[in-house]
């Protein structure tokens, strides 16, 4: 049988941050993007747990309670921002949001 | 005793706050009463300083007021010698009797205190400087005495050629202020001190390193100040000013500053030949083109200011020649028929209401005889009529100049053409004046009031007998001045029978001149035989044009200025200076711009460029050790 060695956990950790990351850069739907960075927050969390345990320390763990509190309330704001751009030009696309370009 | 210069330098200063103070309250009764007790009582003093003076035979008497800067020390320090002694007098002396006068020929103007006040701060500003311990507190009253005199030249300032001629005079004056400040700078640099006699017995010991520019400096100064070729066209401009103002200020006092201040510093002067070259020649020329310039001209007073002009040549003329104490004995003569001429002339104008053209009078010595006679004795004095003064100061100069002999011949033979001159435009203006029937009507004009002619009858007292101070046979100033010049090489006197040919020579000449005028315009030679004089006509328009040298500095610093100004606008001021700002704002907008550019507002674009810069974050974290090591 396969030992799951903590390689194994980080890379997984690994292609779901670049998931996520090449999520974020190609896809222009917010609620999508917003799902990639939740990946990406839990590919963060996975690397927490792995250390956790490679090094049988409690610290990783606690961070990753901290993260998954950040990014529930991240969350609640997250979502009503994309509601009040959904509700402003009928679509979640963000390349119509383009006001700040210098 | 020594405190008493204090006393006779600030009294005047003041009084002029003393009227300034009560001015807004007080009739002109009591600033009179004011104004010429104080004077009185300066002049009182000073007779007595002097008196002591002569007691101590003429031992130079210091006093530090104050130390002024402390490092390098200089004092606020004033001298009291013979030189200073005699122009204390002068400036005391004078100031009372202009003041009488000025009682009388201000009255109802309406800024009466402010005169006062003005005349009171000159009068300070004046002795300040012939009182003055060293050269810097001399350059204070220099300064003072120009801007009192720039205050009193556009008194009248609703007048535009009034606040222009005051103008002019402040900014011809600064030229001169400039070449002295620069060697001001150059005696404490060479020196170490502003002191006189440290100053002195440096250079008397040997220590002569860089003189000539010094002395070159102090000169130009004193051409500003003086009127000397060729800052010599504020003077004549300077008579826009109340008429007793100029009096004192361009003939009496202020114009001999600079005279006053080569003898001063004649101890260095001595020693530099060029110096005294640079003095003569420009000396002459002052002397030769002002008296040309007096001979057409039409104003009372224009006359007097070129006559004034001429006159200070001949005191540069002594100093060049290296005769000192003829050239103060000038300056004191000078002084009394001068300020006599102009008290005479003011009593004119005032008398004919305004009226300064001088071929609009005529025949006044019928309304006017004490007047016409005491303007009579400052002719006959100004041209060298024996035995009034300016016969003793002038015959001096010439006689002086013509001791040093060689190339000084030639100088003393142009001087003399300059005292012929002065006699002959003297007796035009006295004679078109007093003399000449020309039917103009003057059945208005009356003599002065008691309060100008008392001054006139004094000052005719004066120009009469002053000159005996200083005869061949009675060496009154020399002995005065002698400790002044205890190291100063003299010219002398000729003996004997040379300086009696001289002396006839030089009344021959005042007498022609003289005579010449009174052919000229009373008898009326030139038409009644018929005489045909080449280029009459030009002659006399460059007479009265100054030889358009006014006109030549106008187009050349003037108008020169101004091109050369506007151009300097355009091209280092427009072009250079605008050109380099505006193009370094130009290069920030343009780069600026395109970097902006990068901030498309594309969220995705950004996160784009996050995740590259990670990268190379990471890059460099895994770079950084293997690079160094």
């Known amino acids: 049988m396969i030992e799951v060695s903590t390689d194994w ?38 690397t927490f747990i792995t250390a956790s345990k490679h090094f049988g320390t409690i610290e990783g763990q606690i961070s990753v309670f901290f993260v998954l509190v950040v990014a529930a309330a991240e969350v609640v704001v997250g979502l009503a921002i994309i509601v009040s751009i959904f509700k402003k030009q009928s679509s979640a696309s963000v390349d119509l949001l383009r006001t700040s370009r210098g | 005793m020594e405190s008493l210069i204090l006393v006779i330098v600030f009294l005047p200063l003041l009084t002029a706050l003393g009227i300034k103070i009560i001015s807004k309250i007080v009739n002109e009764l009591l600033i009179n009463f004011l104004t010429i007790n104080s004077a009185l009582l300066s002049f009182t003093i000073a007779l007595g300083m002097f008196a002591l003076l002569l007691t101590n ?21 004033f001298t009291l010698d013979g030189l200073s002694g005699i122009m204390m007098l002068l400036v005391t002396g004078l100031s009372v009797v202009i003041q009488v006068f000025s009682t009388s020929y201000m009255s109802n103007d309406e800024n009466y205190s402010k005169y006062f006040i003005y005349f009171n701060v000159f009068v300070f500003s004046m002795l300040l400087l012939v009182m003055s311990g060293n050269f810097l507190v001399m350059f204070f009253g220099w300064e003072l005495v120009g801007l009192s005199s720039y205050l009193l030249i556009s008194f009248w300032s609703k007048k535009q050629s009034a606040a222009k001629a005051g ?20 005696t404490l640099n060479t020196f170490g001190t502003f002191n006189y006699e440290k100053v002195f017995s440096e250079v008397l010991n040997g220590n002569l390193a860089s003189l000539d520019i010094i002395v070159v ?93 001429s006159q200070l040549g001949f005191m540069f003329i002594a100093i060049g020649s290296g005769a000192y104490v003829a050239a103060i004995f000038h300056l004191v003569t000078h002084a009394f028929f001068k300020a006599l001429l102009f008290l005479g002339a003011g009593a004119v104008i005032h008398e004919m209401h305004h009226e300064q053209n001088i071929h609009k009078m005529g025949n006044l010595k019928t309304k006017m005889p004490i007047t016409a006679a005491m303007m009579g004795i400052g002719t006959l004095a100004i041209s060298g009529i024996p035995p009034l003064a300016g016969f003793w100061s002038k015959d001096e100069i010439l006689a002086s100049t013509f001791a040093n002999g060689g190339v000084f011949y030639g ?61 061949p046979f009675f060496h009154g100033l020399e002995k005065v001045l002698e400790e002044t010049l205890h190291y100063v090489e003299i010219t002398h006197l000729p003996e004997g029978i040379t300086l009696i040919v001289l002396a006839l020579i030089s009344i021959g000449a005042g007498f022609t001149g003289l005579l010449l005028a009174y052919l000229i315009y009373i008898v009326d030679i030139i038409s009644y035989f018929k005489i045909k004089i080449p280029l009459q006509e030009e002659i006399k328009e460059l007479s009265s044009n100054t030889l358009y040298l ?80």
């Open chain 1, 9 to 46: 956990y980080l890379t997984l950790a690994a292609v779901l941050f670049s998931i996520g990351f090449i999520g974020m850069m190609i896809r222009k739907n917010a609620l999508i993007m917003f799902m990639c960075i939740e990946l990406m927050l839990n590919s963060v969390n996975l």
């Open chain 2, 57 to 77: 035979k003429f031992e130079p008497m210091h006093l530090e007021f104050f130390t002024w800067i402390p490092s390098p020390e200089i004092l606020f320090e």
């Open chain 2, 167 to 186: 103008n002019k005079a402040f900014i011809l004056n600064r030229i001169g202020d400039f070449g002295f400040l620069i060697g001001l700078m150059l």
């Open chain 2, 217 to 309: 400096c102090f000169i130009i100064g004193a051409f500003g100040k003086s009127a000397q070729f060729p800052l010599f066209s504020w003077l004549p401009d300077a008579m826009e000013g109340p008429t007793p103002a100029s009096a004192l200020i361009h003939a009496a006092t202020m114009v001999t500053a600079g005279v006053f201040m080569l003898v001063r510093i004649s101890p260095i002067l001595q020693f530099s030949e060029t110096g005294k070259l640079i003095i003569i020649t420009a000396g002459l020329l002052t002397a030769l083109i002002a008296a040309f310039s007096a001979i057409n001209q039409d104003d009372i007073k224009k006359v007097l200011a070129y006559s004034t002009i």
């Open chain 2, 411 to 471: 100088y003393w033979a142009l001087s003399l053409l300059a005292a012929f001159m002065t006699a002959f435009y003297m007796g035009r203006h006295w004679l078109l004046i007093f003399h000449k029937e020309t039917g103009n009507d003057i059945s208005e004009v009356h003599e002065a009031p008691k309060a100008m002619v008392r001054p006139l009858v004094i000052l005719g007292i004066f120009s009469f007998f002053i000159g005996f101070i200083n005869t």
């Open chain 2, 550 to 629: 006014n006109k030549l500095g106008e187009i050349i610093f003037v108008k020169g200025m101004k091109s050369f100004s506007r151009k300097t606008a355009v091209v280092i001021d427009g072009l250079l200076i605008d050109g380099l700002v505006n193009k370094v704002s130009t290069v920030f907008y343009n780069s600026s711009k395109r970097i902006s550019r990068s901030q498309n507002g594309l969220v995705r674009s950004y996160v784009v460029y996050f995740g590259f810069f990670m990268l190379l974050l990471i890059g460099l974290f895994i770079a950084t050790p293997w690079i160094l090591n």
